[in-house]
C-alpha cells in the first residue's frame, strides 16, 4: 500500500486491541506477595502499597487509552500508511508501560535517588505515549480520514484536548525530582481527565 493509498481501520483496530489487552494484563505479573514478616500479612501489604498504586495508576491509564483509542477510530474510517506508523509508535510505549510500573513499584517507597529515576522514566514513557496519541489523531484530522469532515476551528479544539495531556506529562519528569508520589497522583488525575470523552468530530457550525 503506498502513503496515499487508504484501507479500512478494521485489522488495525483488532491488532490494538490486542496489544492493549496484553500491556493491561502485563501489569498484574508485577503484584508480588508480601515477603515473611514479624509484623503479619496485613502490615505486609500496607508495607508494599507502591507497587499497588503503581498498578493502579497504570491499569486506569492503560484502560483509558484503550477507551479513547476505541472512541477515535469510531471516527477515522480510512487510514493510510502514516496513520499505520503513528499507531504502532504508540503500541511501542503503551507496551513498555509494565516495565517503569515495576520500577515505581519496587522504588516509590524509598523516597531517594532511585524513587525520582524510576517516576522520571515512568513520566517519560507516558509523555512519548501521549505524543504518539496526539500525533495519530492530528494526522487523521488534517488528512480527511473522518468519517465526518470538521472545521478548521473544530479541528483546533480536538487537537488541544487531546494534546494538553501531553504538556502535563512531561512537567512530571521534572516534578519525579522533587516529589516522585506527587508526579504519580498527578498521573492518575491527569487519567481522570481523560476519561472524559475528547474526540468530538461534530461541527459546531452545522449544531
Known amino acids: 500500500m503506498s502513503s496515499t493509498q487508504t484501507e479500512g481501520t478494521g485489522r488495525l483496530e483488532a491488532f490494538s486491541d490486542g496489544v492493549f489487552a496484553i500491556a493491561i494484563t502485563l501489569l498484574v505479573l508485577e503484584l508480588k506477595e508480601p515477603a515473611d514478616g ?6 505486609g501489604l500496607v508495607h508494599e502499597w507502591p507497587q499497588f498504586a503503581a498498578y493502579l495508576v497504570s491499569f486506569f ?3 483509558i487509552m484503550w477507551m479513547n483509542h476505541h472512541s477515535m477510530f469510531s471516527n477515522i474510517v480510512r487510514a493510510d500508511r502514516k496513520l499505520l506508523l503513528l499507531n504502532l509508535l504508540l503500541l511501542l510505549w503503551t507496551s513498555l508501560i509494565p516495565f517503569p510500573t515495576a520500577l515505581v513499584s519496587r522504588h516509590l517507597s524509598g523516597n531517594g535517588a532511585d524513587a525520582s529515576t524510576a517516576e522520571a522514566v515512568y513520566s517519560a514513557n507516558l509523555t512519548l505515549a501521549a505524543i504518539a496519541f496526539s500525533g495519530l489523531w492530528f494526522h487523521a484530522v488534517r488528512s480527511g ?3 465526518v469532515p470538521m472545521s478548521r476551528e473544530a479541528q483546533r479544539s480536538s487537537i488541544w484536548r487531546f494534546s494538553v495531556g501531553t504538556l502535563v506529562y512531561a512537567a512530571t519528569i521534572g516534578i519525579a525530582f522533587v516529589s516522585p508520589l506527587a508526579a504519580l497522583v498527578i498521573q492518575f488525575l491527569l487519567a481522570g481527565y481523560y476519561l472524559f470523552e475528547q474526540v468530538v468530530t461534530r461541527d459546531p457550525r452545522t449544531a
Do not use: E, F, P
Not at 38 to 43: C, E, I, R, T
Open 61 to 63: 491509564i492503560i484502560g
Open 38 to 43: 514479624s509484623g503479619g500479612l496485613w502490615h
Open 145 to 147: 480520514l473522518l468519517a
